[in-house]
């Protein structure tokens, strides 16, 4: 009894949550504390009540990270040049259609602008990013059957950038010009032939660019197209001859060159691919201001017109950011740094054998000097769908080399391959997997309920842990995002 009683004299003690017991009061959940961000100089007085965040705050503001609700603010470029988490200023974008894989990339595109650096759409096929570069003052090109062309003989600026520049800087300029018109022109052959040209059709391919170079010098005021280049192998000049190994028989050459000259005259004329990379190019590109080529005047239905649209205009945009740094190097032109997007890239990787090496050799930029690339698909399987090994390998690559990934919503058949590239805990997997959950039908409003993975990300840089976010778009974005507005009335 004496026992009882001592321990009935003890004083009950409140716990963190109140008294418990019948009558006490305890209450079963706890509001978590308002929170507010400032900087350090804002509020430093506040402490010892303020917390450092636990995500990067250099870059974009993209949106809130879904553990903590912290803003997470990421781009290649800032977290490449400002903070050395990156190897090189690139990022590959993967998720399912419809998810905002393009919402994303266009936040950082327009984050970086205002920091001054460009961005440039080689190839919009939605469009995407139409409104955007319009309403941040940039230029819009159009291509496609009876609304543009492109040649892909034009340097474009390259060329008038060799022209203002000497000695050994002009020679490399003009150099990386005959790359890239071989490049492009060999790649128009591939797509064409769904096989790339023989190594004998490439040499006279590019003797026959040399002679053409020689034949349309700078006085003669007129950049030549591709019916030029199918008439000097017609003419069968000495230097062509000598590499087409014909032995001094112009029966022979003739016979070397037939397949190759009727690949080139396809091109010319209303084939598959048309006119539109034979012709004069319509409105050449600045580098002045941020740039957009709309190609979303080409149908679905030309996959192959789609995909040559998308490599000629990597091919002049990637020239004409090598001649505006070269110019920089010269001091002839201030530094301009370039955001550089690839969207769609399974298009042109699948449209035929030996893309992936057109698209590696096309995107070796100098990187470290300014530029930034992303580059954009669905899935890993759009790169493992590739007909050969090599270029399955190749192309994985892409994704190797990135400086980071950032992925929405993957179905689950995607992540052992995902996971051979980028490593994901079981966390991270579980996540991909629940945002491409298929919407639901929303029987209130008649109508399909947003996805469960709209805008959610997870940014994977090498071996850290991912960042999972949510980008949320602000009313003055919702202005430049309706990529269905073909749909609304």
Not at 115 to 140: C, E, N, S, T
Not at 207 to 219: G, H, P, S, Y
Not at 280 to 300: A, Q
């Amino acid at each position: 009894m004496a026992r009882q009683t001592k321990q009935s004299r003890q004083p009950r003690r409140p716990t963190p949550r109140g008294w418990p017991g019948p009558g006490g009061g305890m209450v079963g959940y706890v509001d978590p504390a308002p929170e507010w961000r400032g900087t350090s100089v804002q509020v430093c007085g506040l402490w010892p009540f303020g917390a450092g965040a636990g995500t990067p705050m250099v870059g974009v503001p993209l949106g809130r990270d879904l553990d903590s609700g912290a803003t997470v603010c990421c781009d290649p470029i800032s977290w490449f040049s400002r903070t050395g988490l990156l190897a090189n200023p690139s990022m590959f974008v993967l998720g399912r259609p419809g998810l905002g894989k393009s919402t994303i990339v266009r936040r950082m595109a327009l984050g970086l602008s205002g920091y001054g650096v460009h961005p440039m759409i080689f190839g919009d096929l939605k469009p995407d990013y139409v409104d955007l570069i319009r309403a941040i003052g940039g230029q819009v090109i159009s291509l496609g059957r009876g609304r543009g062309n492109l040649n892909v003989l034009d340097p474009g600026e390259s060329g008038r950038a060799a022209a203002r520049l000497t000695g050994e800087a002009r020679q490399r300029l003009l150099a990386d010009i005959h790359g890239r018109r071989l490049h492009m022109v060999s790649a128009l052959v591939t797509i064409l032939r769904s096989a790339p040209p023989t190594d004998r059709e490439e040499t006279i391919l590019s003797t026959a660019l040399n002679v053409l170079d020689d034949r349309f010098d700078a006085t003669s005021g007129r950049v030549p197209v591709l019916a030029d280049v199918v008439q000097v192998i017609k003419d069968a000049p000495e230097a062509v001859r000598s590499v087409a190994l014909d032995r001094g028989d112009i029966t022979r050459y003739r016979d070397i060159t037939e397949n190759l000259e009727a690949s080139l005259t396809a091109l010319l004329g209303d084939g598959r691919l048309g006119g539109t990379f034979a012709k004069p190019t319509t409105e050449p590109m600045k580098l002045d201001r941020p740039v957009c080529f709309d190609i979303s005047g080409i149908d679905d239905s030309e996959a192959l017109l789609q995909a040559a649209a998308l490599l000629s205009c990597w091919s002049y945009g990637f020239g004409a950011v090598s001649a505006a740094h070269a110019l920089a190097d010269a001091g002839l032109e201030p530094q301009r740094n370039y955001f550089l997007v690839m969207d769609e890239l399974w298009r042109v990787l699948q449209a035929g054998r030996g893309l992936v090496d057109r698209v590696n050799a096309l995107t070796r930029l100098d990187r470290q000097r300014g530029v930034g690339l992303a580059m954009i698909t669905h899935s890993i399987d759009d790169l493992l769908a590739l007909p050969t090994e090599e270029d399955r390998t190749k192309a994985k690559g892409f994704v190797e080399r990135a400086g980071m990934v950032v992925c929405a919503g993957l179905p689950p058949a995607e992540l052992p391959q995902l996971g051979q590239i980028v490593e994901l805990t079981e966390a991270e997997k579980r996540l991909l997997v629940d945002w491409s959950t298929p919407p639901a039908w929303d029987a209130a409003n008649g109508r399909r309920a947003e996805p469960p993975g709209l805008g959610n990300f997870l940014i994977k840089v090498g071996n850290r842990p991912g960042i999972p976010l949510h980008v949320d778009l602000t009313a003055a974005e919702l202005g430049v995002n309706n990529t269905n507005k073909r749909w609304n009335k």
